[in-house]
């Protein structure tokens, strides 16, 4: 959408009524143009407030989490792996794994059944996430970029990790952009590993 904004002609009528017309028109086409530089607009769907589902087996994992699997009685087939652009993961004996949307249990369920195919018996495998993907910060703060993300980790967390707040950021409007959806925060709004968070420009 273009944020030029073209006042309409008016034409035909004279006095007081032509003036308050083109004052409406005004006032709509500076109302236009804010809408504009505030970025991206709400879309009133309020993003979830529970806290992101972190640790333990449920968990499902996405590009650029790491994982570290362990094989009981066999070190030397265990190791450290991150979720690649593909959404695999390369875990010696094992292969290629697919990682992504998997949760890590059934991730873990995966690696055990190719290590029985291939070498041990009853291998005994566990998995664990050693780091969650990170978050990325935009719109009005100083330092737009991509943070390491922790437990808790809200909306004005990752502000204050973006080096905080823009002169015109607004305090309480934010856009949260996860799994290709978009929802409308606020500054306590919990994040999820992955997540893109836009803070919003002021409107008044």
Same mark, same amino acid.
């Given at each position: 959408?273009?944020?030029?904004?073209?006042?309409?002609?008016? @034409?035909? &009528? $004279?006095?007081?009524? @032509?003036?308050?017309?083109?004052?409406?028109? %005004?006032? !709509?086409?500076?109302?236009?143009?804010?809408?504009?530089?505030?970025?991206?607009?709400?879309?009133?769907?309020?993003?979830?407030?529970?806290?992101?589902?972190? +640790? +333990?087996?449920?968990?499902?994992?996405?590009? +650029?989490?790491?994982?570290?699997? $362990?094989?009981?009685?066999?070190?030397?087939?265990?190791?450290?792996?991150?979720?690649? %652009?593909? +959404?695999?993961?390369?875990?010696?004996?094992?292969?290629?794994?697919? !990682? %992504?949307?998997?949760?890590?249990?059934?991730?873990?369920? #995966?690696?055990?059944?190719?290590? &029985?195919?291939?070498?041990?018996?009853?291998?005994?495998?566990?998995?664990?996430?050693?780091?969650?993907?990170?978050? $990325?910060?935009?719109?009005?703060?100083?330092?737009?970029?991509?943070?390491? *993300?922790?437990?808790?980790?809200?909306?004005?967390? %990752?502000?204050?990790? @973006?080096?905080?707040?823009?002169? &015109?950021?607004?305090?309480?409007? !934010?856009?949260? *952009?996860?799994?290709?959806?978009?929802? #409308? @925060?606020?500054?306590?709004?919990?994040?999820?590993?992955? #997540?893109?968070?836009?803070?919003?420009?002021?409107?008044?």
């Amino acid at each position: 959408m273009s944020c030029v904004y073209h006042p309409m002609p008016y @034409a035909g &009528r $004279t006095g007081k009524l @032509a003036h308050r017309v083109l004052a409406i028109a %005004a006032v !709509a086409g500076a109302l236009a143009l804010a809408a504009c530089e505030g970025g991206t607009s709400t879309v009133g769907i309020p993003c979830p407030g529970d806290k992101a589902l972190v +640790g +333990g087996l449920n968990y499902k994992l996405g590009v +650029g989490d790491k994982v570290r699997v $362990t094989v009981i009685g066999q070190p030397e087939l265990g190791g450290e792996a991150e979720v690649d %652009a593909g +959404g695999k993961i390369v875990m010696g004996l094992a292969g290629e794994v697919m !990682a %992504a949307d998997r949760t890590v249990g059934q991730l873990q369920a #995966d690696i055990t059944s190719r290590l &029985r195919s291939n070498i041990l018996v009853d291998p005994k495998v566990a998995v664990q996430v050693s780091g969650y993907r990170p978050v $990325t910060v935009l719109g009005q703060v100083r330092q737009p970029g991509r943070y390491p *993300f922790s437990f808790g980790l809200n909306v004005r967390g %990752a502000a204050a990790l @973006a080096g905080g707040y823009e002169r &015109r950021a607004s305090n309480d409007r !934010a856009a949260i *952009f996860r799994e290709g959806k978009q929802c #409308d @925060a606020g500054p306590e709004t919990p994040l999820f590993p992955g #997540d893109t968070v836009e803070v919003l420009r002021r409107t008044f």
